[in-house]
């Protein structure tokens, strides 16, 4: 049977409609919880401004940074958001550091928070200099970002021996208050209304600010990886202001693949258009548009150079004062092995003289005992008696 013409048309005209009524699927800006930050306040700013430079993209949550991060690495034309610190950690396991290119940074933090109900414990170095008498209590979240603060202290809290995860900032809050020798540490945006902060007062806890001069040093890139910043940790009453603390604060990035992953060439000056794109974006078009956080986040202050070398020296001060107590235990440790050493090495000389002897007791032993089986070998068996 034969098609006429007008048929072909209309056939090839419903195809092109078909295809056209299917648009892509949008790609996805990797968050974090589907309560969290990113995912409600942050992403849909972002995906707002992408949707009016034509770009197609959907907030979609995760398990946090390392999940961001692996689905970046699977699909380069993907978005995530991270913290500075566990970003690298993550990228890092992956062996995958040249993988992304970081799209913005520092348009907001993430800040370090420490706590415990120790009331002997009040700063980052007199935690440091205990950490091996210490429990640390970990949410898995911030798991990435505690392994780095390890790893640039070895001699300070890279000396924790009991390390335990928890899956939720709540349940590592709780068992971190429940006993004095134990600690909490977790990364949160400095919004006192938020799930942490009310809950550390109501059990008793106090926070300690995460912040030395080690950790403010460190950069990667050329980039600061943690800023000091005077956080709200209490909302005012009011009877008082509200609370204040200085701790050290990590960017928030958004990160994605690199160009060079991406194929076919279409795809890829697509993906070079987008990321220009998000770069030239005004800081001030995504933050949160309403509510607490929004401003806090516009309250919150990265401090003077002045402000916080007083920080770092009370960090260090305290850090000092606990040295000559470690320093006296070790000394002790080793003149107790010297000592020891020294007993054993004086027991076995006392002991020689009898060991001496009773070798040679015991060899004039054999010797005479060697010596009567050879007299007996050579001596002529007596003849048997003759019966009558």
């Not at 700063?123 to 911030?142: D, H, K, M, S, Y």
């Not at 590592?172 to 977790?186: H, K, N, Y």
């Not at 070798?359 to 010797?367: G, P, S």
């Amino acid at each position: 049977m034969k098609i006429s013409p007008l048929c072909a048309v209309a056939v090839a005209c419903g195809l092109a409609s078909g295809a056209l009524a299917e648009p892509a699927g949008a790609a996805s800006i990797n968050t974090g919880g589907a309560d969290a930050p990113y995912q409600v306040n942050f992403c849909p700013v972002l995906a707002k401004q992408l949707k009016l430079a034509q770009f197609d993209f959907s907030c979609t949550p995760s398990a946090g940074t390392r999940e961001n991060v692996e689905r970046v690495l699977t699909d380069p034309r993907q978005l995530g958001y991270a913290e500075f610190d566990a970003f690298l950690i993550a990228s890092k396991e992956l062996a995958a550091e040249q993988a992304f290119s970081i799209v913005r940074q520092d348009d907001v933090r993430q800040c370090l928070y420490a706590v415990t109900r120790n009331p002997e414990l009040t700063n980052w170095g007199e935690l440091a200099a205990n950490a091996q008498r210490l429990r640390f209590i970990v949410p898995a979240a911030t798991s990435a970002s505690f392994q780095f603060l390890r790893s640039i202290d070895p001699s300070g809290v890279g000396k924790a021996k009991e390390v335990r995860h928890a899956p939720a900032i709540e349940t590592a809050i709780r068992e971190a208050l429940s006993a004095e020798d134990t600690v909490g540490l977790f990364v949160q945006f400095p919004d006192p209304d938020s799930e942490p902060f009310p809950l550390i007062n109501e059990l008793g806890g106090h926070i300690v600010p995460v912040i030395d001069r080690t950790i403010l040093r460190q950069e990667a890139g050329g980039r600061k990886i943690y800023f000091a910043q005077e956080t709200q940790v209490e909302r005012p009453e009011w009877v008082r202001s509200a609370r204040k603390i200085v701790t050290a604060c990590t960017p928030v990035l958004l990160f994605t693949g690199s160009a060079g992953n991406v194929t076919p060439d279409k795809a890829r000056k697509d993906h070079e258009d987008l990321i220009r794109t998000i770069g030239a974006l005004n800081a001030g078009a995504l933050m949160p548009e309403e509510g607490l956080l929004s401003k806090l986040l516009k309250r919150s202050k990265e401090l003077s150079a002045a402000s916080t070398e007083k920080v770092l020296e009370a960090t260090e001060e305290a850090r000092q004062k606990a040295r000559p107590y470690t320093d006296k235990a070790m000394e002790t440790a080793r003149e107790t092995a010297e000592q020891a050493k020294e007993a054993a090495a004086r027991a076995s000389d006392a002991a020689k003289p009898y060991l001496d002897k009773s070798k040679e007791a015991a060899r004039k032993a054999y010797d005479d005992a060697m010596k009567l089986a050879k007299e007996l070998m050579q001596k002529k068996p007596e003849s048997p008696p003759k019966n009558d």
